[in-house]
């Protein structure tokens, strides 16, 4: 019987061992490491995942997943796709995996019989599977059978391995992101899989309907379809958030999938293109919402085929931004992985993705062609090479299968330091579980004998015994390569003709411009010709010996420089091209190669610099060194980005500060979370600015809960009255953060200002407003329910360690705009402390802790209008000077979002919801305050005091100022009432005066004229 050993790099053999559901493994491991083959830095070696297994964390599931290709399924022999192979590898009998296998479209059809006896039931099974095969008509079907797989055995820390060929590629990840965007419902919801489908099938459809409009736009056609898009990027953002609404509400979230290897993926199901031969861009989400614990790299490996000509099946790029070609047509096949040496379900900080195409048509990649001369068929080469990847991505494989089928090189010296590793030494026969035996009947005797796996016979399956490894690979890397659109080159007559009739239809695909970047044409007609292959374009080893080896092989897409542009075969000239091997030279799986990306380094290397360089050695030599310099010191100065998230749907934020600088990137940042913001301008929500500015908000983020209050904050009347009119609220309103961003600084050597009621302009905005505001607003936050996270945060400034003393008066004798400034953001700091006691002290009428805390923000120095200014001066001059030498401070100074990351941090870092207040952050990392003074109880205390006094007796002197104001104004107004009064009085007896003296002149006439008459 054959030995049952485990390749297993996450833990050593473990024969006669359990692991069942709910329990835990504990095995002891040594730290000896063996090391064979060159294996690139930031990889982890087979042999060193075995010795590193052991400080993995115990209990992981290992759920793998396998999709095949269009039309593969079983066949028992070396015609069997990639696919079958690596889930014959699996190791069946370890109880912490759970293994899944899927046909590829077309191979079988849902029905409620197991067999199609009759003529009619055969013909239709016939004629549902060609339909099937052709426009993927069962694609919700295979990828709501992975789904319902995962849901059903997937539970918290589960490691998922997914692997896939042509459409089942694109399966697997378009199953990746829909975990990614629906999330994966619980066992038992198997009810609402197809609501689950539905929403996401539509969104994708949506999706790709906006992509093709934005081409449109792009392509100058689409002016006239504006109002469509809009309409259309309407309904994208109702579905957005209705699938959003089921995730939250029927999901549980699936942590980072730990490795994806993809064997040249395509997309060719109509149903989710998005108009008539229109193929609209799905790339995978590889960024999960899901977040854990620790962290951990995911790993990506994608392989493509270098000489597959198919327009309809392009492939589709793993990572649209490290690899354009996610929309190329052909080229070569390439492979996609993520491993990791953490915890798989946590949030990883980067992705390994790697893309390496091979020789071959689409079935030269994925596999499926038969096998010819004794030797392993051109498959076999990308399939040892994934292998190998998943391995190091920490999948366990029976090493048996796995040298049987030849696809690690010195698989039984492997085992035996492993199991020297897991167990101490190699178990007998007897003691390892036993494959049964598999009878036959032989022909000859009519009698039966059964067929023992051997285990000195490695290679049984596939008829090579004692053949040596790297011979096998390197007849693999010249095998025959097949070519589906000429006859004779591996498939039928009408296969071939079919085919060629599908060339000569315009799909829409991608096509590679002069620039480097992609365009999706229709025309001209496709007609067989090649992929396009990206300039960075990275190609296995095999690819660079055929073209060694055979000089019939001239791809002219990889050796013709901007990807061959359709040429199929490259003129003689050119040769085989420049290519630099980039890793694991001379290793016949690992070896890669890419195009030589600058020909003239290497050219100098061989041949020594030419004179002008060798004459102006040391100028080069100083420039770049000053090259390096500058970049090293602008990405040292341009700070550290937020990681941390947390949902702010529904969360309430007052903001001051947030029209401008620092402050309207964080308001911008906040706002696209979903919080609903309240920004605090000086100027009233009617004047056009603000209205304006909001509106753009809005719109920007969609998100329409923006709103603006007035409140001066250099008037004590005016913040008083937006508090007082927060707090009147019954119940209390929501408040669940307040970020307190504002401040004034008045250029170096400029005046001293005071506010209207009479405080120095920096004092009072930068320190007296947020003391005013939260004094009012105490009862507010007080008031909210304890297991609100309600936050305080306050934006500083390192200049409070200049500042002077707060236990020294303040003068306003040498009075000095930069003492002041830093004053006053002492003095803030100093209070944030003493507000954090204050709330930490309350006690609450249910007796429960309070859960508000103040967080202290340095945002560090940034291109703000305020610090233009300060440079500056304020004056026309100075800011000449800015604009003339702006690449100074563009270098020396963080950008408005950089400096913004830190109070996201604030606002998002779960961990600071969990610990006491009263925390500086700094580059997104806690640090100390510089002065002890912020701590003083004393100081803070007489700061208290002092501040508050100053606001009472500065309100009394406002009001009774107001008071004797509205006197004023009421005494003008009585005098103007009486005043005209007066005027009508007087108005109505001149009407009187002028009436009578009218009668008098009209009776002195009528005399006259009664005297004539006589």
Known sequence: MATHRLLDPARAVTQGSSHHYGEEEHHEYDNDNHSGNYIPSGTMSPQKALSAGGQRRRGARKLVLCFDGTGNKFHGDESDSNILKIFRMLDRTAADQYHYYQPGIGTYVVSG?????????????????????????????????????????????????????SRGAYIARFLAEMLDHIGLLSHGNEEMVKFAWKAFAQWQSRRGQLEEADDDDDDGEGKGKRGHKEEAAKKAHALHDYIKGFRETFSRPVGRIRFLGLFDTVNSVPRFEAAWMQRSKFPYTARSSARSQEQHQQHKRRLSASNSRYAPYRPRSSHNQMLTVSDVGDAMSCASMQTSEADPDEEPDEQDIDEVWFAGGHGDVGGGWEALDGRKSTSHVPLAWIVREAIRAGLPFDADKVRQLGCMHDAAELYATGAAQGSGKKKDKSQQQANPDIRVEDEATGGRRPVEMDDDNDNVINGNQGADFEEQMHKAHTSRIHDSLVYGGGLGILAVTGWKVMELMPFRRMDLQHDGSWKPIRWPLPRGEVRDVPPNVRVHGSVIRRLQQDETYRPGNLIIGGGGRGVRRAPPEYGIGEWVCVAEHGDPIGEVWRKMPLPFIFHVIENGPPEWLSANRWLVFYLSLSVVTLVTLKRWTAGRSNEAERPLHGKVVLFTGGTSGVGAQAARELASRGAQLVLLTREPPSDPFVAEYVQDLRDATGNQLIYAEQVDLA?????????????????????????LCAAALTPPGGERRETEEGIEH???????????????????????????DVRIIMTT?????????????????????????????????????????????????????????????????????STRTWLTRGSLAGLGLYLAFYAVPWILLKSPYKAAQSILHAAMESELGRVSGGRLIKECSEVDFARAEVRDEAVAKKLWEETDALIERTEKESAKRRGAEKARLRKREEEEEERRKADEVGSLVEAIKKGKEAQKRQKGTGKRKDGMDR
């Open 113 to 165: 019989s197991l067999s199609h006896t009759g003529v009619k039931a055969r013909i239709n099974s016939w004629y549902t599977k060609a339909k099937d095969s052709a426009v993927g008509s069962s694609f919700d079907q295979h990828v709501v059978g992975g789904y319902r797989f995962l849901m059903r055995f997937y539970v918290p820390g589960d490691e998922i391995y997914m692997f896939g060929f």
């Open 797 to 865: 400034c390192s200049s409070y360690i200049a500042s002077p003393s707060l236990r020294e008066a303040i003068s306003t004798k040498n009075w000095s705009a930069s003492t002041a400034y830093a004053r006053s953001k002492l003095a803030l700091n100093v209070f944030g402390q003493a507000f954090q006691k204050h709330l930490a002290a309350y006690k609450r009428p249910d007796q429960l802790p309070m859960n508000a805390r103040v967080i202290f923000v340095d945002p560090g120095l940034s291109r703000t209008p």
């Open 715 to 739: 008037s004590l009347h005016s913040i008083r009255t937006f508090a007082t009119k927060w707090i009147d609220n019954a119940p209390p309103r929501r408040l669940d953060m307040i970020v």
């Open 762 to 788: 920096m004092w009072m905005v930068n320190f007296v407003a947020n003391f005013h505001l939260l004094a009012i607003l105490s009862p507010a936050i007080k008031a909210q329910p304890f297991d609100r």
